[in-house]
């Protein structure tokens, strides 16, 4: 099994399906959730034949953040590849996560939100203030390469 290195700020490539290329940049390690990796995963999709500028990527809208094992998805599993690394933005700002503590519920009360490398705070119902946060949990490399391709996460999510 190859080996790599990670650093903050890499950049790999996806392929897709239609054979396009799209991106995530891995970001830092979150002491809050296992030590996991964090990655931003950015629209930005490229032809197969179309130059690359990593100016592209970066510029793009970054659909989400999320908690994965990079370094297998690149040597076990091989479905992402290390193309680069550009440092973080200046004024970077860790991501927000959100998660529950509930199992097979419709509706959960038992969430919490929290910053990488902070405290989670428990926040009970959901609301309207913490939405749009990310969503929490470590994801397998394969899950998160479906979720790249088809956008959608597979695992279920009560409100």
Known sequence: MK????????????????????????????????????????????EENEKLVFDNILKSKILYYTHCMVKIGATKYNIWKKI?????????????????????????YTWYVWQVNNQTVRIGELTNEYINYNRGG????LDVKEWIETGKNRFYLPE
């Open 84 to 108: 680069g690394n550009v440092s973080l933005e200046i004024n970077y700002n860790p991501p927000f996560f959100r998660e529950h503590g509930d199992s097979g519920v419709k509706k959960s």
């Open 138 to 141: 470590v994801f397998h490399p």
């Open 3 to 46: 080996r790599i290195k990670l650093e903050v700020g890499d950049i790999f490539e996806v392929s897709l399906p239609n054979k396009m290329y799209t991106y995530f940049q891995y970001v830092g390690d979150d002491s809050t959730l296992m030590n996991s990796n964090v990655i931003r995963v950015f629209e930005y999709q490229k």
